[in-house]
């Protein structure tokens, strides 16, 4: 596999935008390339040999990364994601090799002046583990809290996406 897209997703927009990002990736990778999209419940702990890049996606929740209480309120306001495990609590005990490619992205509420990013959250654990960040982390708008998406956003994905593709297909060395 040349890229493994670790999505959490409460309302199913975060997911959307994940699997555009696979679609971007996927349109600029030679053939044979590999993409795929996991939950984080269903996340490895280390990557397998192969690897090139790892891109990582959540929902902004409370300025950050989501967390057992945000999750559970999340699933009282109508959520169908999983409420136990979240990427802050995969990112404990998660090990990326030295040197990983590593890219992270976020959905939250376009409203002036609000603060918070769960991408960077997540791009600055990732970073003190070992990995590179070879993309600025990247939010993506939602309508609320719930959604939608704000119109153009998917497409915007799939273009990150596109321009991800330069750092997949290179391993590294675990």
Known sequence: M??????????GNT????DAV????ANELPAGCEVA??????APQQLEAGVGLLVVGAPTHAFGMSRPSTRKSASEQGAEGGTTTG???????????KGQ????????IKKRG?????AKSASHKLARKGGVTVATPNSFWVEGTDGPLLDGEI????????????????????
């Open 87 to 97: 990427v802050r609590e995969w990112l404990k005990t998660f090990q990326p090799a």
């Open 15 to 18: 997911r959307r935008v994940a």
């Open 155 to 174: 497409d915007r994905a799939q273009t990150w996406g596109n321009a991800l593709a330069a750092f997949a297909g290179r391993p590294t060395a675990a």
């Open 37 to 42: 999209v996991v939950d984080v419940s269903q």
């Open 114 to 118: 609000l603060p918070g990013s769960a």
């Open 2 to 11: 040349d890229a493994l897209i670790v999505v959490e997703s409460m309302f």
């Open 22 to 25: 696979m679609v971007g990736l």
């Open 101 to 108: 490619p590593v890219a992270t992205f976020d959905t939250r």
